[in-house]
């Protein structure tokens, strides 16, 4: 995997979340102590990473919104069309596809895989539904490259394994069951249970 920090890549798809809202508002400028109020930094954490992006503002007028929103995008790649697919239509899995089927653009649903015979062969809230025995075959035909699994624990790693071999090389996991993937593969797990003990913990705190 490339040598780029974690938290730098969040804190910049907080910052391109954050503009949009702003961008919504008809605001043409930002500051950075702004930025940093909203997100819970540093004021001098933002204008790092705006400097490492070779962008800079102005200390009277700050940032401009739109320059510096379409700055992000061209980072993160957000400009072009990032192909996804999704295994699991259960409950989690159909409600992630209608969360994300109406998001944003720079990301196409291309595929959706289920075993269930019922939602084979039909269009589940306008994407198409294979059988998770053609994920690879479908994976490399469609040229997706990212996937987001809602199955069962105990079927992460099948289901893993097939999607890299199709040319999966980013996939987001709504498990807590840890998975193998080549170095090439990244991996992001969203586990329900422990952001809500987080979130717990320090409500207890405040």
Known sequence: MPNTSYKVVERRCQYRRLL???????????????????????????????RVLKY??????????????EHLQRYLHVTAKNRVAIVGLGNLGKALLRYYKNKESFFSLEAAFELDESVVGRMILGTPCYHTSEITKIVEEKNITVGIIAVPATASQKVVDALVMGGVRGILMFTDMLVKVPEHVFVEYVDMTTLLETTIFFSRLS
């Open 56 to 69: 800079h503002g102005s200390p009277n007028a700050g940032y401009q919104v739109a320059e510096l929103l």
């Open 20 to 50: 949009q809202q702003v961008a919504q508002e008809n605001r043409p400028n930002i500051f950075s102590h702004e930025i940093a109020r909203h997100l819970h930094i540093s004021p001098d954490t933002v204008r790092q990473d705006m």
